[in-house]
Nanobody, 118 residues
Framework: QGQLVESGGGSVQPGGSLRLSCAAS????????LKWYRRPPGKERELVAS???????YYLDSVKGRFTISRDNSRTTVSLQMNNLKSEDTAVYYC????????????WGQGTQVTVSS
């Protein structure tokens, strides 16, 4: 059974940085597209970043230039570097894996809380 485990969340002041990591296990990492979603308080879940260099990269407009998604196939991890954090980035962040071929179930992590506050 595939599993994703996020880490690296926490509290930070506006303008600060955090790096989220997602460790994957139990599935063929290379055949999955890895994405980061978030759910701000009282709002719907939204896609934050998807893909990496060589794939179709996507970033939510509000995080472009501040967030960077990267993956390490040898360590089966995907990371989200978040710089110049703003209060509106406060959310629970989720790692998500989608099978490129659409034949295997998608996988969600349990989420990690990011709080940006002065």
């Amino acid at each position: 059974q595939g599993q994703l485990v996020e880490s690296g969340g926490g509290s930070v002041q506006p303008g600060g940085s955090l790096r989220l990591s997602c460790a994957a296990s139990g599935f063929t990492f290379s055949r999955y597209v890895l994405k980061w979603y978030r759910r701000p308080p009282g709002k719907e879940r939204e896609l934050v970043a998807s893909g990496t260099s060589g794939e179709d990269e996507y970033y939510l407009d509000s995080v472009k230039g501040r967030f960077t998604i990267s993956r390490d196939n040898s360590r089966t991890t995907v990371s989200l570097q978040m710089n110049n954090l703003k209060s509106e980035d406060t959310a629970v962040y989720y790692c998500y894996a989608a099978d490129k071929y659409g034949t295997r179930p998608s996988i969600w992590g349990q989420g990690t809380q990011v709080t940006v506050s002065s």
